[in-house]
């Protein structure tokens, strides 16, 4: 089945840098899009940012962009998000998500991981 | 930049009832427009797509209809497992925005 496990969330200072991961498995990453999402503590959710199957189509929310890139690398079946220059606001739990459809990018999320927490804090 | 809002924030139900949450966006956005279901301390997951395409493994009693600017999600029978919060989503945009609604907390009466 497919399984999406994330990591490399933990506390860090405003202005600091982390790298998530999320490692894919039970289906074949290459061909599909990749999400991140967020969702601050007790609040709504937020799309973070999306690569395509192939890495050549990439975008970001406003908030982030400068800041965090995605990317994506088809021989560890592994999504990334490096985020620099944080801020308190980028508080969150990040989800990475799959797109649902091969070959293209819907915004469909079908699945999502399990989320990593990322606490930014002085 | 499109904004989506849901009503009502929260509701109380009971079992077998039936429920509708709204989710309005500020411009069209065609049939555009996804339903997520999370549970406390989980992931979302995808309940419809498309506005009325019910993702596969989904119970019939949810539904979706709408298209434009309004749309809305019905449970024609809630059970027990459905108490959960909904997020509405649009993806309308090139480039992308997939903006979410602010979600209704679904709450046993």
């Known amino acids: 089945q497919v399984q999406l496990v994330e990591s490399g969330g933990g506390v860090v200072q405003p202005g600091g840098s982390l790298r998530l991961s999320c490692a894919a498995s039970?289906?074949?990453?290459?061909?599909?899009?990749m999400h991140w999402v967020r969702q601050a503590p007790d609040k709504g959710l937020e799309w973070v940012a999306v690569?395509?199957?192939?890495?050549?189509?990439?975008y970001y929310t406003d908030s982030v962009k400068g800041r965090f890139t995605i990317s994506r690398d088809k021989s560890k079946n592994t999504l990334f998000l490096q985020m620099n220059s944080l801020r308190v606001e980028d508080t969150a739990m990040y989800y990475c998500?799959?797109?649902?459809?091969?070959?293209?990018?819907?915004?469909?999320?079908?699945?999502w991981g399990q989320g990593t927490l990322v606490t930014v804090s002085s | 930049d499109i904004q989506m809002t849901q009503s009502p924030s929260s509701l109380s139900a009971s079992v077998g009832d039936r429920v509708t949450i709204t989710c309005r966006s500020s411009?069209?956005?065609?049939?555009?427009l996804n339903w997520y279901q999370q549970k406390p301390g989980r992931a979302p997951k995808l309940l419809i797509y498309?506005?009325?395409t019910l993702q596969s493994g989904v119970p019939s009693r949810f539904t979706g209809s709408g298209s434009g600017t309004d749309f809305t999600l019905t449970i024609s029978s809630l059970q027990p497992e459905d108490f959960a919060t909904y997020y509405c989503?649009?993806?309308?945009?090139?480039?992308?925005?997939?903006?979410f609604g602010q979600g209704t907390k679904l709450e046993i009466k």
């Open positions: 498309a506005a009325s």
């Open positions: 690569i395509s199957y192939d890495g050549s189509n990439i």
């Open positions: 411009q069209s956005i065609s049939r555009s």
């Open positions: 039970g289906f074949t990453f290459s061909i599909y899009g």
């Open positions: 989503q649009q993806t309308h945009n090139t480039p992308p925005e997939y903006t």
């Open positions: 998500a799959k797109d649902k459809v091969r070959a293209t990018v819907t915004g469909w999320f079908d699945p």
